[in-house]
Structures are given as C-alpha cells and as structure tokens.
C-alpha cells in the first residue's frame, strides 16, 4: 500500500477503517445474569467479523460500582465482575486479533469513582498524599462558584463532603469526582495505566470527555448570561473544553506514551468548534487523531430544556450544513469521525430518519448510506446493522439510566412539567440507545437466559439478526455490502467531498472524488418522492448500490423515492 493518496494525505489504518461500538451490557449475556458479558462478546465474535468492519470500540469494561454503566472507574486494571475476567478480556482480545479485527477501549480520564482508593484517600483529610488528586474546594472559602453537572441531583457540580468540611467537583455524577490533572502524579498514574492496556496489545483509546481534562483553577465566577441556562446548553460544554492546559496535556500523554505504540486515539469532544478543531488533531501537533463533534447530535435539541426537542424540529439543509463543515474542516490536516448514534444517543433510524412501518428498512439502509460513503472514518453502533429503534419508554421507572432519572426528580422537585419530559426524551433518552441487541424473535431476543437489566424492545418479534441473515434484502446484507463497497474503494475514504443542493430541504447529495475516479451520493432524507436534477457533468449509469430495486430515472433528472439511496459511479 502506498503511504499517501494522489493528493498527498497519509494513508492510515484508522483513517480506512470502519468501527463498530459495542455497549457491553447490551450485547449478549453469557451466563443468565440479565446483564451482557465478555464470554458473550466471545461467543459472537463470528458475527462481528461477518459485518467486514475491522476496528470495535468497547465501552468501559473496568471494575466500577456503575452509578453510571462503568463511567464510574474503581479499579482501572480490573474487569468489571459482571463482565468476567482478565482472563476472558485477553482471550476476547486474542480472538478479536485473530480475525483482524483491532480493539479500542474507552478510557475515562476526566473523572474516577468516588469508591476508587484514590478518592477514598482524598477525602479522608486535608493532609492526605492523595488529597491533590481531585479538586476540591474549603467551605471556610465561602459557597464555591456555581458549575453546571451533567447528572446531579439538583445540577450543581460542586458537592459537600463532611469530613474535611470542603466541596469537590464533579462535573458528572456525585460518584463521578474530577481529577485533577495539574497535579503531575496524576498524569504519571494515568499514563501508567494507559500503558498497562497497551502492553497487553490493545489498539487505542476513545477517550471520554477529554476535552474537560484541563481545569481553569482560579474559579472565575461565571456572568450571569453564562448562568442563565440551568438546565444545560451549548455554553458548558464549550466553558468545560476551553481549559488552559488541555493542548498541553494531550500532547504530554502522546508524546510519553502513545507515540511508542502503532495506535489510535479519539477524543470525545463536547464543546470544541470548527475553528479549534483542527489543533486538536493535526498530525504535527501530536495530540489525538479524530474526535468526535456534538454538532449534528445537538439539532433539533432545544437549549432551555435539558435532552428537550426545538417544537420547530431539525431542518436537512442545517444537518448537511454542519455534516459537510465537518467533513472541509480536515479537508488537508487532521482526520474526523461521524455517528448518528452511539450509547448517549437515541437510536439513528429514529432520530434521523423514520422508524414507521414503512420506511423504516429504507431509512436505516439509507442512513447507512451516508455514514459509509462520507469522508471520515464512520462509528457504527452496534444494532443499528439491523436497524434497531427506540423504545420510547412510557414511565419514568422503565428507565436504568441516572440521567434521564436524576432530570427527572429535579424537574419534579421545580415544580416543572415532568411528564412533558418523558414525551420529549421517548425520542431523546440515552436508554433507547441502550436497550440489548436483538438476536432472534424469541423471548428476551436471544440477549440473555435470565431477567436482563433494561427491557427489550419488543419490535425484536420482527427486528432480529436472525431473520435479517437469510435475507439478502435485508439491513444487516444492505450494510455488509455498503461496508465492502466502502472497503474496496479508496475514493470513498479519501475522495474530495463536495456538497451539491445545500438548500434542498429533502435531499442529501454529494460527489467523492479521487483523481479522475469520481461518486456521486443521492440520500432522500424525506418521506415522499423528491427529484434531483442531473447537471451536465454528472452520472453514468454505473450504480454501485442502491436501497430499491431500481432507479426512476430520465434523461435529466432521477426521481428518488422515500428515502431512497443510491450511490453512482460518475466518470
Ligand atoms: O459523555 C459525556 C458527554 O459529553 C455528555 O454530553 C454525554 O453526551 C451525556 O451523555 C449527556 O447526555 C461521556 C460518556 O459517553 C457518557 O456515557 C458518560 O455518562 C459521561 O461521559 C460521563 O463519563
């Protein structure tokens, strides 16, 4: 393989691969405890390497307490005791190599457990080893000020701990305290623990909310207009990834640690704009090498309610807006990712497109689409290959996830309309995002023998792998082929994009380009038929896929049907 493509971008393994997420609770339960395990990830490794995408992302597998699902790390050299042993996690990983596939483990930096002895030292009194670990902040000091926290009870990111009469912060759950990373035996004891993964020949790191790593530690008080939006909005995250030595920081760990391996790393980065993006991952930085963005997730949200959808929806001309600046924005240095889903989102097909009986094979495939013909390296959630969709619990106590309950006490104890809320979050809510993968139509879907932890979606009578694999027109074959259309083409991966009829509210289309070779992408985002104009210089006949049987075409325009997709060769 040449190292570089015709127009001189380094040719990476990252940048040519396709990951799939996997939600560990909710893949496959080996041994009937209701809860998704290694064994269980073990036992479909075939599956796996059967879809043709050749990186998976874990979500944290390490021993915690799960007030948040193992984002809550107690032990960062251990395997979470529902999730089986170090002994399973080699063999998963052995197995997993075998197949070529690479692994990347997610790692979360920003914050431990409050049950991590690192955080049972701290609290134990001022003059402890550990204190300078986590921030914290002396009552005698007056009301710390106010920081906004993703899961709090009551929203307030600084928490009281009697025992040394100080607060501490906690940008997440109360069992989630920031560490403090200007301490320098932290950023020691962390790269530490980054190599012990590495040496056991894992293939990078998704790091979560390492963006929120660097902390301003004068605690300016925050204005009033930063204030004003209690229940969460674009300006906190921005505030949270602004730290004064975050550049500094990644940059240490590459240059310490994963530079002396042939690794990936991707940050997860709430809060960073376009105009940041590319010092974040520009090769000769050395600091990550993709992130992901929240600026297509967050459409359609509203900033005065937290996870509340805008009663005006979201508009196609703004998501191909945002989609395509992401994609120019590392057009020549850097490299960017694209989701539409992953286990803080709802599930694609019903966030993005229709999950109605109708469309709903037409939009997951179409989706599809756009994730694996787009010019950044596509994250796949796990299900979506069969077009999964959310649950749309009706009752607050169906939900696991301390998010979505934690809002929903609050709202309650504001005297705010909560059952508004759960309305808005059967489209929102993190746990449709969650709920286990659909193996067969049986009870509990193949997932799990025993009681599993969150319901399963009772649409897996008719939404199952098994009935998706003997059916060649089914999501799961749509997806497989996509995947070795994408992987035998390196147009797709380094072609030039360009967005054609930004303003066309129904839809998506675009050209790749790569040397003389050139694709042109037709997506229908909508639910009716919709006519797209071909230009002179556009397509031969040559389709590469297709969602429907055919293409209703005449000489100067096709007529794409309901989310329809199409991809065309074009000379
Ligand atoms: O998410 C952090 C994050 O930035 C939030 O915006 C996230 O989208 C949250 O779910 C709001 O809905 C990461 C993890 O992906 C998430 O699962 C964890 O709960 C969180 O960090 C804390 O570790």
């Given amino acids: 393989m040449e190292s570089s493509t015709p127009d001189g971008i ?3 393994w990252w940048k040519e691969g396709i990951v799939y997420q996997i939600y560990p609770r909710s893949f496959k339960d080996s041994d009937g405890d209701g809860i998704g395990d290694l064994r269980g990830i073990i036992e479909k490794l075939d599956y796996i390497a059967s879809l043709g995408i050749d990186i998976v992302w874990l979500n944290p597998i390490y021993d915690s307490p799960n007030d948040d699902n193992g984002y809550d790390i107690r032990d960062y050299r251990a395997i979470m005791s529902e999730f089986g042993t170090m002994a399973d996690f080699d063999e998963l990983l052995a197995g997993m190599h075998e197949r070529g596939i690479r692994l990347v483990m997610d790692l979360v930096l920003n914050h431990s457990s409050d049950e ?18 986590y921030h914290w902040w002396p009552a005698e000091h007056g009301p710390p000020p106010y920081r906004w926290s993703y899961f709090d009870e009551k929203a307030e990111a600084w928490r009281y701990d009697e025992a040394t009469d100080a607060y501490y912060l906690h940008y997440f759950s109360r069992k989630q305290p920031d560490l403090n990373w200007e301490n320098p035996e932290v950023r020691r004891a962390i790269h530490d623990i980054v190599r012990f993964w590495l040496d056991k020949g894992v293939d990078g790191f998704r790091m979560d909310v390492v963006t929120f790593i660097s902390k301003d530690l004068d605690w300016p008080a925050l204005t009033d207009d930063d204030l004003k939006h209690r229940y969460g909005s674009v300006d906190w995250p921005q505030y949270y990834a602004s730290g004064p030595r975050l550049h500094e920081f990644l940059q240490e760990m590459r240059r310490e640690v994963l530079d002396r391996y042939d690794v990936v790393s991707v940050g ?5 704009t376009l105009d940041q993006a590319v010092d974040l991952v520009a090769a000769d930085r050395g600091e990550l090498d993709m992130f992901f963005h929240f600026d297509a997730v967050s459409l359609g949200l509203s900033d005065v309610g937290y996870k509340q959808l805008d009663p005006a929806g979201w508009r196609l001309s703004d998501f191909k807006r945002v989609h395509s600046a992401w994609s120019d924005v590392f057009a020549e240095r850097g490299w960017g990712s694209v989701y539409l889903g992953n286990h803080d989102q709802p599930r694609m097909v019903s966030r993005w497109a229709s999950d109605s009986a109708t469309h709903r094979d037409y939009a997951a495939k179409m989706l599809h689409t756009f994730l694996l013909t787009m010019r950044s390296t596509p994250y796949v959630y796990f299900g979506d290959e069969i077009g999964m969709a959310n649950i749309r619990f009706d009752r607050i106590d ?8 934690n809002w929903y ?9 909560a059952d508004r809320y759960l309305e808005d ?6 746990d449709n995002g969650r709920t286990p993968f659909q193996w067969d139509e049986t009870v509990n879907a193949g997932f799990t023998e025993g009681e599993p932890w969150i319901r399963v979606n009772p649409d897996h009578v008719s939404y199952n792998a098994a009935a998706q694999e003997d059916d060649p027109d089914s999501i799961l074959n749509y997806f497989r082929r996509l995947v070795a259309l994408r992987k035998g083409d390196p147009v797709f991966v380094y072609g030039d994009y360009t967005l054609l009829v930004p303003n066309d509210e129904q839809v998506f289309a675009y050209t790749r380009r790569l040397r003389e070779e050139g694709i042109l992408v037709l997506l229908n985002f909508s639910d009716t038929s919709a006519d797209f104009d071909l230009s002179t210089d556009l397509p031969t006949d040559e389709v590469l896929i297709n969602n429907y049987p055919d293409v209703d075409r005449v000489p100067d325009r096709i007529r794409l049907r309901p989310y329809q997709a199409l991809v065309l060769a074009h000379a």
Avoid: C, M, Q
């Fill in 425 to 430: 979050w059967k489209i929102t809510a993190r």
């Fill in 10 to 12: 380094e040719r990476r």
């Fill in 116 to 133: 991590h002895p690192w955080f049972e030292a701290s609290r134990s009194s001022r003059d402890n080893p550990f204190r300078d670990y």
């Fill in 398 to 405: 169906d939900y696991r996830d301390l998010e979505t309950i």
């Fill in 268 to 272: 997860e980065a709430a809060g960073v």
């Fill in 409 to 417: 006490h609050l709202l309650e104890a504001e005297g705010k309309d």
